[in-house]
T-cell receptor
Framework: DQQVKQNSPSLSVQEGRISILNCDYT??????FLWYKKYPAEGPTFLIS?????DKNEDGRFTVFLNKSAKHLSLHIVPSQPGDSAVYFC??????????????FGKGTHLIIQP | SQTIHQWPATLVQPVGSPLSLECTVE??????LYWYRQAAGRGLQLLFY??????ISSEVPQNLSASRPQDRQFILSSKKLLLSDSGFYLC???????????FGEGSRLTVL
């Protein structure tokens, strides 16, 4: 049973426009959500996170929105740049539960920024 | 600052051969340690995690095992590799009680 779902395997966006990546989760115990960016043959790098006590977190061009009632979060990238082309993973954790068992990841969305 | 290293970066092994991937963390003490695998089209799957020396928790039944002989060392092993063990293996660490994971560079394993 997949607890974190990214239903779009790929997304193509024109340079300068907004990229919106979506993620849904099913486990009500999740209270901390993260986005990671991954280039081929490299480890994922942390991008941005949000706690369940917030509904929005912003860091430069990246904004994460959390809708707890819908169990949905999204990552907005504005404006999109060629270097943003990568696979983006949504991840979730139960920090209040200790968090020792790591993060549960979605399958990823391959973002392609078109020049 | 904290760093994490894993090796080898690339490995090609025949079916039935053993495996040993190593991971070390520097600049922190008592980290939680993790092994993930990225298989084609399957995202990042947690294989093992450890909260202390000698303490290993397995998330999925499989052909692999893990050990933590020292506080900042995490080893992924197999006695006999299967074709299905091919994938990109990632070691990660976290501070206890904090959700964020920090990943190593990854190890590409191809079993032929």
């Amino acid at each position: 049973d997949q607890q974190v779902k990214q239903n779009s395997p790929s997304l193509s966006v024109q340079e300068g426009r907004i990229s919106i990546l979506n993620c849904d989760y099913t486990n009500s115990m999740f209270d901390y959500f993260l986005w990671y960016k991954k280039y081929p043959a490299e480890g994922p790098t942390f991008l941005i996170s949000i706690s369940s006590i917030k509904d929005k977190n912003e860091d430069g061009r990246f904004t994460v929105f959390l809708n707890k009632s819908a169990k949905h979060l999204s990552l907005h990238i504005v404006p999109s740049q060629p270097g943003d082309s990568a696979v983006y993973f949504c991840a979730a954790s139960s920090v209040s539960g200790g968090g020792a068992d790591g993060l549960t990841f979605g399958k990823g969305t391959h973002l392609i920024i078109q020049p | 600052s904290q760093t994490i290293h894993q090796w080898p970066a690339t490995l090609v092994q025949p079916v039935g051969s053993p495996l040993s991937l190593e991971c070390t963390v520097e600049g922190t003490s008592n980290p939680n340690l993790y092994w993930y695998r990225q298989a084609a089209g399957r995202g990042l799957q947690l294989l093992f995690y450890s909260v202390g020396i000698g303490q290993i928790s397995s998330e999925v039944p499989q052909n692999l095992s893990a050990s933590r002989p020292q506080d900042r060392q995490f080893i992924l092993s197999s006695k006999k590799l299967l074709l299905s063990d091919s994938g990109f293996y990632l070691c990660a660490w976290s501070v206890r009680g904090v959700g964020e994971l920090f990943f190593g560079e990854g190890s590409r394993l191809t079993v032929l």
